[in-house]
C-alpha cells in the first residue's frame, strides 16, 4: 500500500533534517528544496514498484491460466507466482524492494 502525501512528506522532513544535523549532507539550497527533491524521488520509487506489481500480477495471471509443465493449474499459488514474477521484474531493472 502506498503511503499518502502527507507520509511522504514527513519520511523527507526526517531524511533531510538527519542528513543535515549529522553533517552528512552540506545544504547549497533551501531545505525546502532539498526536501522537495527527496519528495519526488520517495514518490516516484513508489510509482515505479507500483508498475512492476501491476505487470507482475498481469503476468502471473496469465502464468497460471496458461499452465507448467507437470504441475496442475489448480497446485500453482497465484500469489507466490506474483512474488517471483516481481522479484524477477525488479532484478531486470535494478530495482530494490
Same mark, same amino acid.
Given at each position: 500500500? &502506498?503511503?499518502?502525501? !502527507? +507520509?511522504? @512528506?514527513?519520511?523527507?522532513?526526517?531524511?533531510?533534517?538527519?542528513?543535515?544535523?549529522? +553533517?552528512?549532507?552540506?545544504?547549497? /539550497? /533551501?531545505? =525546502?528544496? !532539498?526536501?522537495?527533491?527527496?519528495? !519526488?524521488?520517495?514518490?516516484?520509487?513508489? =510509482?515505479? @514498484?507500483?508498475?512492476?506489481?501491476?505487470?507482475?500480477?498481469?503476468? /502471473? /495471471? +496469465?502464468?497460471?491460466? %496458461?499452465?507448467?509443465?507437470?504441475?496442475? &493449474?489448480? =497446485?500453482? =499459488?497465484?500469489?507466490?507466482? @506474483?512474488?517471483?514474477? %516481481? +522479484?524477477?521484474?525488479?532484478?531486470?531493472?535494478?530495482?530494490?524492494?
Amino acid at each position: 500500500m &502506498r503511503p499518502s502525501a !502527507a +507520509q511522504v @512528506e514527513r519520511v523527507a522532513e526526517a531524511i533531510v533534517r538527519r542528513l543535515v544535523t549529522t +553533517q552528512m549532507l552540506e545544504l547549497t /539550497a /533551501a531545505e =525546502d528544496v !532539498a526536501r522537495a527533491r527527496i519528495t !519526488a524521488l520517495l514518490n516516484k520509487n513508489f =510509482d515505479e @514498484e507500483a508498475e512492476i506489481e501491476r505487470e507482475a500480477m498481469a503476468e /502471473a /495471471a +496469465q502464468l497460471v491460466r %496458461k499452465g507448467a509443465p507437470g504441475i496442475r &493449474r489448480e =497446485d500453482l =499459488d497465484l500469489r507466490r507466482v @506474483e512474488q517471483l514474477v %516481481k +522479484q524477477r521484474l525488479a532484478k531486470a531493472r535494478g530495482f530494490a524492494l
